[in-house]
């Protein structure tokens, strides 16, 4: 049993002081401060956690995307509008939302036949319509292109204007080159125009390059931009018959912009007939052909379609007492059908006989043109054959076509002496 003293050395303060050293010197840590420490850490790598997803976290940049990428006016067109879209997007906590897309379009770039509105904004979730208009009347005939520079906060876009300016025109389209009018008829002259042309127009008459009347002045035409035009002209009745005649239009704004059609045949209705210079006729077998013309009181000869004449108001008397149309219309013929006496000259001499296929190519056309002909038509046969006897006339004029045909076979077939060609003898 043993007993410690209280003032032995181990017991003494400063004992206690050497321990206390040294377990400062082995890393000994007092219990508050292991506390401290473990609270300021977690602040700490929160406070970085949240400055991280500060700088992270952000609205998505603004995309341009223009709609549509060019604009083709064409001819026609004065007014179209492109589109500017931002297509951003928000994606999830980084991209919580989108920026503005601020959008100008450059004026520099801007000619002055082209106008565009609005020509700045800003476009997040709606799209901004962007309106173009061109002024064609300061443009060059032909294709005009322009570029429009759109600038933005992201990329930039340029957008293609594209317009067709053809030359203006007024094209008369009826009456055609070689139309008759009749006199106190009415005609519609129609014209097509193109863009430019003004709403009035003026139309003249013109006789060998003359202007000797006006059919119409001032004329307005065009209703929202109509392409054709029309106006219904009533022959005067002091306009006299002829085929000089010519149609010009022209634009009431501008004359050098015209049109003219010519010839154009004016005709004088027929208003009676009045028979002169009387002649007679007996033709085989044995009918009596009247033969007569249209003249005007210059003594020149009327032309008219045919068909425009009405036979049966034609009327023929005979010893006072008018034929029946039934039996009278069947034997009327227009002009055109009397006008013609063809005279057939045949060589038989010689130098046709070197081979016999000629003759008879040349007898069997001879056949072929007198079938050919009308049943009113006239028609001689005239031979040759040597240079010493003059041309002999086979058949005189005659509308007995096989007659005619009957003289070339009986000739061509008999028996006589030849001699070489003298055409000239014909």
Sequence with gaps: MSFTDEDSPENTGDNVNKETDQGK??????????KKKIVIIPIILLFITILIIFLLRRDALPILEISPAGLNFGNKVTEMEFTIKNMAKAEGFFRPGVKHLEFEIDNRGIPSW???KPTEGAVLEESAKISIKVNRDILPYGSSLAELKILTNAESGVVRILVQKDE???TLISPSTGTSVFVGDKKAIEWT????VSERVNIFLYSNGVNIGTIAENYVFKEEEAAQGSFSWKVDDFI?????YAIRIEDANNPKLYDVISPIKIIQPLRGIK????????????TVQFIFSLRDQNNHAILFDSEQVDWKNIKIWENKNEIDYLESHALLYTQD???LQAMIVL???ASMYEMNEDVDTMALSAKDLIDGLNETHEVGVVEFHRPDEPPALLQAFTTYKNAAKEAIDHFSYGKIYRDFSSCWDA
Excluded: C, I, M, W
């Excluded at 125009?193 to 430019?196: F, I, V």
């Excluded at 006299?240 to 000089?244: A, H, S, T, Y």
């Design 25 to 34: 010197k082995a890393g000994y840590v007092p219990e508050k401060k292991k």
């Design 114 to 116: 082209l106008t565009a």
């Design 168 to 170: 203006e025109k007024l």
């Design 193 to 196: 125009a193109t863009a430019g």
């Design 240 to 244: 006299r018959e002829g085929n000089d």
């Design 275 to 286: 028979v002169l210079n009387q002649t007679t006729d007996h033709q085989f077998p044995s």
């Design 337 to 339: 059908d009397f006008q």
């Design 347 to 349: 060589d038989f001499s």
